[in-house]
């Protein structure tokens, strides 16, 4: 079966979540999970930005600084792979506290010791231990939630994990940047985010092991899925990883670059719902198109705009709106061509396959503003969108379509989900006939 030859599987099977009944569902355990990922996406949003202010006034390159924040992609690509296996030897809570810690201590390493190296170096800490707290709180999440809670809960972690980044980024403003105390409260907030995750009431989860799908197949199966989540894993990585360099690079006024660094976050959680639910109605693949043509335009107009206008928030608003919901598009349309056995194994590896593009992006990128001119930061989004459209073109002439009534149903989600949430996908996969 592939895109061209889409046949569904007679029976999708429907696995209740975990071991609670709708009504004795432990709401106070996933509360406090949900607590926890606010305050570490908090903590790491605070985090990213100011790193990547900092290169700028402590006078690293761009393409250093490009390396520098790149190298955390790096790591959550390494380390998405083995926190897995660590799971499965020493449990949830146990690594939760050891990665916490870890991405605490890596924190302060960067106001204690300034120079790219170690900054890089704990960088790609700091992305290996993310990687691994989303596995932990992810897993949690998808055991504690029944067929009637998933959707809503992932929803809710949705909103906690994108919130709690925008929330991050207006933490600049907490303080002057050149000094610690940035950096001692984006410490504080990760270790914080270990007590609700510690104090829960619930036991560990277990760790399922899906059915396997080998890259190679998936790549025959859903070549757009692959396409599409390698170079949306590249802009959102540029946008992410680059933002705040850009920003003070092109001397955004200090009071604006929160704002800037927040819209696009913002648009997303206000668009990812709304594409989302127009997705479930007509053919997937249109919406994607028109998606990344719209974010290939935006970016694009923000070449000719002033940089730290008011029009340019609004127009990253408008990248963010329609990059980010793009993932999670491209995983439901990934869906809606595997068996349900097959999804949660098709996800994860969309997961690295974006994780790469992420890894990749803003190393390509900040090469080139380098170069040329830091205009270029959004001329590299506007090609990793409009690659994505002109893609899309080619499938949709080439292609017919899954036919409305047999696509899955959309879920959104964050733009570094693991595997671990994708999985919620597969155990709430149906079908409207």
Same mark, same amino acid.
């Given at each position: 079966?592939?895109?061209?030859?889409?046949?569904? &599987?007679?029976?999708?099977?429907?696995?209740? !979540? !975990? &071991?609670?009944?709708?009504?004795?569902?432990?709401?106070?355990?996933?509360?406090?999970?949900?607590?926890?990922? =606010?305050?570490?996406?908090?903590?790491?949003?605070?985090? $990213?930005?100011?790193?990547?202010?900092?290169?700028?006034?402590?006078?690293?390159?761009?393409?250093?600084?490009?390396?520098?924040?790149?190298?955390?992609?790096? $790591? =959550?690509?390494?380390?998405?792979?083995?926190?897995?296996?660590?799971?499965?030897?020493?449990?949830?809570?146990?690594?939760?506290?050891?990665?916490?810690?870890?991405?605490?201590?890596?924190?302060?390493?960067?106001?204690?010791?300034?120079?790219?190296?170690?900054?890089?170096?704990?960088?790609?800490?700091?992305?290996?231990?993310?990687?691994?707290?989303?596995?932990?709180?992810?897993? +949690?999440?998808?055991?504690?939630?029944?067929?009637?809670?998933?959707?809503?809960?992932?929803?809710?972690?949705?909103?906690?994990?994108?919130?709690?980044?925008?929330?991050?980024?207006?933490?600049?403003?907490?303080?002057?940047?050149?000094?610690?105390?940035?950096?001692?409260?984006?410490?504080?907030?990760?270790?914080?985010?270990?007590?609700?995750?510690?104090?829960?009431?619930?036991?560990?989860?277990?760790?399922?092991?899906?059915?396997?799908?080998? =890259?190679?197949?998936?790549?025959?199966?859903?070549?757009? $899925?692959?396409?599409?989540?390698?170079?949306? !894993?590249?802009?959102?990585?540029?946008?992410?990883?680059?933002?705040?360099?850009?920003?003070?690079?092109?001397?955004?006024?200090?009071?604006?670059?929160?704002?800037?660094?927040?819209?696009?976050?913002?648009?997303?959680?206000?668009?990812?719902?709304?594409?989302?639910?127009?997705?479930?109605?007509?053919?997937?693949?249109?919406?994607?198109?028109?998606?990344?043509?719209?974010?290939?335009?935006?970016?694009?107009?923000?070449?000719?705009?002033?940089?730290?206008? +008011?029009?340019?928030?609004?127009?990253?608003?408008?990248? $963010?709106?329609?990059?980010? &919901?793009?993932?999670?598009?491209?995983?439901?349309?990934?869906?809606?061509?595997?068996?349900?056995?097959?999804?949660?194994?098709?996800?994860?590896?969309?997961?690295?396959?974006? !994780?790469?593009?992420?890894?990749?992006?803003?190393?390509?990128?900040?090469?080139?503003?380098?170069?040329?001119?830091?205009? =270029?930061?959004?001329?590299?989004?506007?090609?990793?969108?409009?690659?994505?459209?002109?893609?899309?073109?080619?499938?949709?002439?080439?292609?017919?379509?899954?036919?409305?009534?047999?696509?899955?149903?959309?879920?959104?989600?964050?733009?570094?989900?693991?595997?671990?949430?994708?999985?919620?996908?597969?155990?709430?996969?149906?079908?409207?006939?």
């Amino acid at each position: 079966m592939n895109e061209s030859e889409f046949t569904m &599987p007679l029976e999708h099977e429907v696995v209740e !979540g !975990g &071991p609670w009944s709708d009504d004795q569902a432990p709401a106070g355990a996933a509360r406090a999970l949900l607590l926890g990922v =606010f305050m570490l996406m908090a903590g790491n949003g605070l985090q $990213g930005s100011l790193i990547g202010v900092r290169t700028e006034t402590e006078g690293f390159s761009v393409a250093t600084a490009g390396v520098i924040m790149a190298a955390y992609f790096g $790591g =959550f690509l390494a380390g998405s792979r083995y926190a897995e296996y660590l799971l499965a030897r020493v449990g949830h809570i146990r690594v939760f506290a050891g990665l916490a810690s870890m991405a605490s201590t890596a924190v302060l390493i960067h106001a204690l010791f300034i120079n790219a190296i170690t900054w890089g170096l704990m960088r790609f800490v700091t992305g290996m231990c993310m990687a691994g707290l989303y596995v932990v709180i992810e897993s +949690w999440l998808n055991d504690l939630a029944t067929n009637a809670t998933r959707g809503r809960l992932l929803s809710l972690y949705m909103v906690c994990t994108m919130g709690g980044m925008t929330v991050g980024q207006f933490l600049l403003k907490a303080a002057h940047p050149d000094g610690f105390e940035l950096f001692m409260l984006s410490s504080v907030l990760v270790s914080a985010a270990l007590v609700p995750v510690a104090l829960s009431a619930s036991s560990n989860p277990p760790l399922g092991v899906p059915e396997s799908l080998s =890259f190679r197949d998936l790549v025959k199966l859903v070549p757009l $899925g692959v396409f599409s989540s390698f170079w949306q !894993g590249a802009s959102s990585g540029i946008l992410i990883g680059l933002g705040a360099v850009y920003a003070v690079a092109v001397d955004v006024p200090d009071g604006r670059i929160p704002a800037f660094l927040a819209a696009p976050l913002v648009g997303s959680l206000i668009m990812q719902w709304p594409i989302g639910r127009l997705s479930d109605s007509v053919p997937r693949r249109n919406v994607m198109l028109v998606v990344a043509a719209v974010a290939t335009g935006a970016s694009a107009m923000l070449t000719a705009v002033e940089p730290g206008s +008011w029009l340019s928030v609004g127009l990253i608003f408008v990248v $963010g709106a329609m990059s980010f &919901p793009l993932y999670s598009l491209t995983i439901a349309y990934t869906a809606d061509w595997l068996p349900s056995s097959q999804i949660t194994a098709g996800s994860a590896a969309l997961v690295r396959v974006n !994780g790469v593009g992420a890894l990749i992006g803003p190393l390509g990128a900040a090469a080139v503003m380098a170069i040329w001119s830091e205009v =270029f930061f959004f001329w590299a989004m506007a090609l990793t969108h409009g690659v994505i459209a002109g893609y899309l073109v080619v499938r949709i002439a080439a292609v017919d379509a899954v036919p409305v009534h047999k696509q899955g149903t959309f879920m959104a989600f964050p733009a570094r989900a693991s595997s671990a949430a994708v999985a919620m996908l597969t155990r709430r996969r149906h079908f409207r006939h």
